[in-house]
């Protein structure tokens, strides 16, 4: 079945750092992939999607780029901000046909904590 | 425009008590999800719904059920509770399948002593 494995965390980083945090998957067919982030005591939120082998989904300077070859779509940051502190979760939606068109799968999130 | 609302925010309860949790939308989608999110394991699906009068199973659908009576609300309901059921839930809803964006509640969270 579909899966998504990003990076162990959490990752504490300085502020005006630069931020990647890792994420593959394995699916057959042609998923999308989606970043979505949590922040403290709130639901998730999507932060950026790509649809296709090689679109870029970038939202408030975060970046990742759907890379089929590879099986990987990394977010990145070029400088992150106390306020990005938050869980981030990759996640797909489902490949196939029939009921599994319909989930979402999702890695097991990265806490990324910012200092100032 | 609310979004995704749910009740309760938390809940205590004793195991084989029951209880549902509600979930609303203001955004007029098809599809909604019901999640459990627990610690090291990201979110895994309950059950969903594609639309009123219809659910479907999950990942995770065993001791749950959900009822989709009215577009906008979708219940999810323990029967007997179990501690294994101590989570934070999230249901979620987007316009149509999983490629559009899910919009999320801000979680229930459940504690079965």
């Known amino acids: 079945g579909d899966s998504v494995t990003q990076m162990e965390g959490p990752v504490t980083l300085s502020e005006e750092a630069f931020l990647t945090i890792n994420c593959t998957y394995t699916a057959t067919g042609y998923p999308s992939l989606f970043w979505y982030v949590q922040y403290p005591g709130e639901g998730l939120q999507l932060l950026l999607k790509?649809?296709?082998?090689?679109d870029k989904g970038s939202n408030k300077g975060f970046e990742a780029t759907y890379r089929k070859e590879t099986t990987s779509f990394h977010l990145e940051k070029g400088s992150v901000q106390v306020s990005d502190s938050a869980v981030y979760f990759c996640a797909l939606s489902g490949s196939g046909s029939g009921a599994g068109s319909y989930q979402l799968t999702f890695g097991k999130g990265t806490k990324l904590s910012v200092i100032p | 425009n609310a979004g995704v609302t749910q009740t309760p925010k938390f809940r205590v309860l004793k195991t084989g008590q029951s209880m549902t949790l509600l979930c609303a939308q203001d955004?007029?989608?098809?599809?909604m999800y019901w999640y459990r999110q627990d610690p090291g394991m990201g979110l895994r699906l309950i059950h969903y719904s594609v639309g009123e009068g219809t659910t479907a199973k999950g990942e995770v659908p065993d001791g749950y059920n959900v009822s989709r009576l009215k577009k906008q609300n979708f219940l999810l309901g323990l029967e007997s509770a179990a501690p294994s059921q101590t989570s934070v839930y999230f249901c979620a809803s987007s316009y149509r399948t999983a490629w559009d964006e899910q919009f999320f509640g801000p979680g229930t969270r459940l504690t079965v002593l």
């Open positions: 790509a649809t296709k082998a090689d």
């Open positions: 955004m007029n989608h098809e599809y």
